[in-house]
């Protein structure tokens, strides 16, 4: 899962049991205290969380859909980062993007005035370099966090072959 580089890690597999009892597995685990992730369930999905006391910044969270399909159940993974990371990731990019999109015209006014652009291209440069620290940060976290995932989708799939 390390060589992925989008947001959400996506996969699907097919069993080939009735899609409840594949749902019945996880509910059978849902109070078990001794399950290293906690687990909910709500109609048909299923998620997965890093427990409190080893969260981090950069822990992934698991979602999978369990459907009906013609060979048996469809399973549909989603792996990706906490909301709140990824909502915070998302508006450091889209604000630095603005403001160095902002800079970069105020800078060809400048220039087209005759002003010196130097203010305008120095923001410019430093969101960029914003922007370019928020994606390495993520890239560190995702790193760190491939253990996370690995040991999250491995027993997901350990609690579907029971």
């Known amino acids: 899962m390390a060589n992925h580089f989008g947001i959400n890690i996506r996969n ?15 509910i059978r685990r849902l109070n078990d205290s001794s399950q290293p992730f ?18 981090k910044w950069w822990s992934p969270e698991l979602s999978i859909s369990i459907e009906q399909s013609e060979n048996g159940t469809l399973i549909r993974e989603v792996m990706g980062p906490n909301p709140e990371t990824f909502t915070f990731t998302i508006f450091g990019i889209i604000g630095g993007s603005v403001l160095c999109f902002f800079a970069v015209m105020l800078a060809l006014s400048q220039l087209n005035l ?18 370019l620290i928020i994606y390495s940060t993520i890239a560190l976290g995702r ?20």
């Open 12 to 26: 699907r597999y097919e069993l080939n049991e009735h899609p409840e009892q594949v749902l019945r597995k996880f």
């Open 38 to 55: 906690n687990l909910k369930t709500a109609n048909n999905k299923v998620f997965f969380k890093t427990r409190a006391e080893e969260a």
């Open 114 to 131: 005759g002003l010196s652009p130097t203010l305008s291209l120095v923001v410019a440069a430093l969101a960029l370099l914003f922007i």
């Open 143 to 162: 790193r760190r966090a491939a253990s996370q995932m690995k040991a999250m989708t491995d027993y997901a799939k350990e609690i579907m072959s029971c």
